[in-house]
């Protein structure tokens, strides 16, 4: 076969293995057997062995990577990768639509595009001319973890953008469809999707885990997310991954979110085979009775439907508020539920001293995984619902996620049930316990109590904070247990040659662990104010206080008064934020953290345009939130204030303004819309 040959023949092969895989994920068809396949595969690589010039990035060969990758590259999403809000009834998601009205102050035609909830792993794809370049995760939704050769193991993820005809859609044009399809080959295409695991391949799994002796897993939605951040290709090649592809970012004239999904389709990647157009608010209710009665009949798991606003002007005009967008919701089904029977309840004691009951439960099945134990909350909840050890009681995973006892079967008492008393001392360091007025929980009165200690530094290396892969809670504990570490500060003095000492290292993972804490040396404020641990500091709280602070200096140096002005803080959060920074332990701390080598990013000012000028919202803004519009206002050396008075400078009024344009007008301060806002802030 000479070399021109062989060309024409690659491409023959590769054309007929696309149109195979294409029937096999996209369709749910096969035309031929599996053996079959493979000989196509087969002689494809030996051709390419024989002719390696002639291999192309698309090519089915090069889906698993020779080698392993040192760590995982960190990449901003062009466009935020955001979670939905949750419905967990009809009359939530009736309310849900009723929002949307409000603010677009017109119906919404009852136009909607259901679809069910892969149970699995957010991820972006990226396409450069029809080829795959790029894959990257969720992550926090603003950065994501670059896992390109992970997902070219998975078969359903097409290396090459493909092209089939569409004929007839409901809910949108196939015209546009096709026209969009087309213009895809020779664009720059972001299309997003669920890694997940189907049942069978992870029953196999966890066959050949046990056969080997080896950890069993405990659901395929944590199988999918592990084996995506595995640094071997051929890891995540063997766990047998599969893809639904759920939107696509790129504008390529589609109209309707039903055209998108066509357009997904047509180019190669398998959508839900049951996901459908609804022109009223009854169709969706149907839909979700539909679904919940096939369920556990796929061949996967599902936690819900997605329902999205169908016309995606009208979704980009209803914006978002926080982290999900107002146009779409997930509506998780009622929460799967079974009996098991109470074998004690422990105390956990967590990074803020809180001391919150757990019961252990005689290990059972419920919505696809083992539970074996399930939060009790507090002292109210125990005696809210007169649990006691040896009870029998029905627990459930509320939007199949969260273990939570619901309900005690007082009828198979036996007599022998034990109560349960909360204890007057922690029972980690023996330390007074205490209840505050007004609150719910119990708090050991040691800062220095070992379980507080071992929590925080959980909390510390955590992903939402420093992010320091191979240092989970064990080998946490090893380190503490050994004397290598006394606290956070001293993670970053850590050598490789004391970690490849250690039981759970060899050279190989040392190395890394010290490469991911070198890694997360340079952190931004916000992530480094949450990773304290500050009770009453969530995520949230920590940006808007990086935001309006700027650097860690201003934040430790300033009033409780002065913290009282950051929005979303109120006098609790900015009590509890002053009182750690006056803490002369935890003032040591964060000195030694730096002192060790981390550097924080503080949050600069994009420009000073905006200096000395007073700002106050009101009304709702329709392409901005409001906390966002504060933030550039800062970030541009502004100020947002919350009330008028005679240093404002602008009032800007979005829908449904309310008495500050009154007040605006009668001090004369110049009322400004939302266009113009948007304009100053550019």
């Known amino acids: 076969m000479t070399k021109q040959e062989a060309k024409q023949r690659i491409q023959k092969l590769k054309k007929e293995i696309d149109h195979h895989r294409y029937l096999y994920h996209v369709l749910d068809k096969s035309e031929i057997s599996d053996s079959a396949h493979d000989s196509l595969k087969n002689e494809l690589q030996k051709l390419e062995q024989q002719y390696p010039e002639l291999v192309t990035k698309d090519s089915p060969t090069q889906r698993i990577s020779g080698k392993a990758l040192p760590a995982f590259k960190k990449v901003q999403h062009e466009v935020r990768m955001l979670s939905l809000n949750d419905a967990f009834s009809f009359d939530e998601v009736k309310d849900w639509i009723e929002k949307m009205e409000r603010h677009l102050r017109h119906d919404i035609k009852s136009e909607f595009f259901a679809e069910i909830k892969a149970d699995g792993l957010a991820v972006s794809l990226i396409y450069e001319d029809g080829v795959f370049v790029r894959g990257v995760t969720r992550g926090d939704g603003a950065v994501g973890e670059d896992v390109t050769e992970n997902l070219k193991t998975i078969n359903a993820i097409p290396l090459k953008l493909e092209n089939h005809a569409f004929k007839s859609i409901q809910g949108g044009s196939h015209t546009i469809v096709n026209d969009a399809v087309n213009h895809a080959q020779k664009s720059r295409v972001e299309v997003r999707g669920e890694v997940y695991m189907k049942k069978k391949d992870f029953d196999v799994l966890n066959k050949f885990q046990k056969k080997k002796a080896e950890k069993i897993f405990a659901n395929p939605r944590n199988v999918a997310a592990g084996s995506i951040r595995q640094l071997d290709s051929k890891v995540a090649a063997s766990r047998k991954l599969s893809f639904l592809a759920w939107d696509i970012i790129t504008d390529l004239g589609q109209k309707t979110h039903a ?253 890394n662990a010290i490469t991911s804490i070198d890694n997360s040396r340079n952190i931004p404020l916000g992530k480094f104010i949450y990773s304290l641990g500050i009770r009453h500091v969530g995520e949230e709280t920590a940006q808007a206080l990086a935001i309006y602070f700027g650097s860690l200096d201003a934040v430790k140096n300033v009033s409780k008064e002065e913290l009282s002005n950051v929005p979303d803080v109120g006098e609790v959060v900015a009590l509890s934020v002053a009182d750690y920074f006056k803490d002369k332990h935890n003032q040591d701390l964060v000195d030694r953290i730096i002192k060790n080598g981390v550097k924080i990013q503080n949050v600069k000012l994009i420009s000073k345009k905006l200096t000395g000028k007073i700002f106050v919202l009101t009304g709702t803004l329709d392409s901005i939130t409001r906390d966002v519009a504060k933030q550039k206002i800062r970030l541009l050396g502004g100020d947002a204030s919350s009330s008028v008075s005679k240093e404002t400078d602008y009032v800007v009024a979005g829908d449904n303004a309310g008495s500050k344009l009154d007040k605006a007008d009668k001090l004369g301060i110049q009322v400004i819309n939302e266009h113009k806002f948007l304009a100053m802030i550019k």
């Open 259 to 511: 055209e998108t999904h066509a357009i997904a389709k047509s180019l190669g990647f398998p959508t839900a085979l049951v996901n459908e157009y609804c022109d009223s608010v009854k169709k969706l209710e149907s839909y979700y009775h539909k679904i919940d009665k096939k369920r556990d009949k796929l061949d996967f798991n599902i936690d819900g439907i997605v329902l999205i606003v169908n016309d995606i002007k009208a979704y980009k005009k209803l914006g978002a508020v926080g982290k999900a967008p107002r146009g779409a919701v997930a509506w998780k089904f009622s929460a799967e539920q079974a009996t098991t029977q109470v074998k004690d309840i422990i105390i956990q004691v967590g990074r803020t001293g809180a001391l919150t009951p757990v019961a252990v439960l005689e290990p059972v099945q419920v919505a696809g995984s083992t539970v074996s134990r399930a939060t009790l909350h507090n002292e109210d909840e125990i005696e809210r619902l007169d649990i006691r050890i040896g009870d029998t009681v029905i627990i459930q995973k509320a939007g199949d996620i969260i273990p939570d006892v619901v309900e005690v079967l007082k009828r198979m008492r036996t007599g022998r049930e034990k109560r349960f008393i909360m204890p007057k001392k922690c029972p980690v360091c023996g330390h007074e316990v205490r209840r505050k007025s007004g609150e719910a929980a119990h708090f050991c009165t040691n800062k220095d109590c070992a379980a507080r200690h071992r929590e925080g530094l959980y909390h510390f290396v955590s992903k939402k904070a420093f992010n320091i892969d191979g240092l989970g809670p064990k080998i946490l504990d090893q380190l503490l247990d050994v004397g290598l570490i006394k606290d956070a500060a001293d993670i970053f003095i850590l050598k490789q040659d004391q970690l490849q000492e250690l039981e759970r290292f060899d050279v190989k993972s040392a190395e």
